[in-house]
């Protein structure tokens, strides 16, 4: 059974660009999760998306976005980078019940020079 | 809003030895969850053990092992017999029943030597 899968494992920017970053969730899970991991600020919430709707999202300004697909896909988009966006995304998968606990991928390494 | 406290920034131990990694939370929620999470180096955060704040029994897999205190709010995970490959960060984590976003502890970097 293949995990969640996030590409690209590493992505270098320039301060003003944008990013898109991909996550395909394991099959028949149907929430995709985003999070972002720095060493000051560690493991925050950034959005979660079930059946294509939005359901959650944590305290990160309007430049973070998501999207999700009808096959469960997901899209996490970061307009006009900062330097501050450098961080590890990671993205989490789940049957929509937190007591079978997030399948996590590998995550995208996002570094913004 | 819900945090989760891990007051042991690094550890160390030898192999085969028995290590326990403190976890404490805080929360007026009733039903949730609780986890522990291995990142090794490869990055990919592995589940380790999960627990159900309704039971009261502590949550066992295989070598690793939870001591629950709800009244407490505590979690704590104890790893017996630890083998070099347990060597990672170990993150503790609570999700409300019902709700879609786990909250992270600051993790615990475990070294295991030889």
Redesign the interface.
Known sequence: KAGVTQTPRYLIKTRGQQVTLSCSPISGHR?V?W?QQTPGQ??Q?LF?Y?SETQ??K?NFPGRFSGRQFSNSRSEMNVSTLELGDSA?Y?C?SSLDS??Y???????T?LTVV | AQTVTQSQPEMSVQEAETVTLSCTYDTSENNY?L?W?KQPP??????VI?Q?AYKQQNATENRFSVNFQKAAKSFSLKISDSQLGDTAMY?CAF?????????????TRLTINP
Not at chain 2, 42 to 47: A, P, V
């Open positions: 929430s999760s999070y560690g493991l919430f979660e079930f359901r959650n944590g590890l990671l989490a937190p007591d606990g997030y399948t996590f991928g590998s995550g390494r | 969850y986890f999470y490869s990055r990919q955060m592995i589940l999960r159900e993150f999700i409300s029943q019902g709700a879609q976003k786990l909250v992270f502890g600051q993790g």
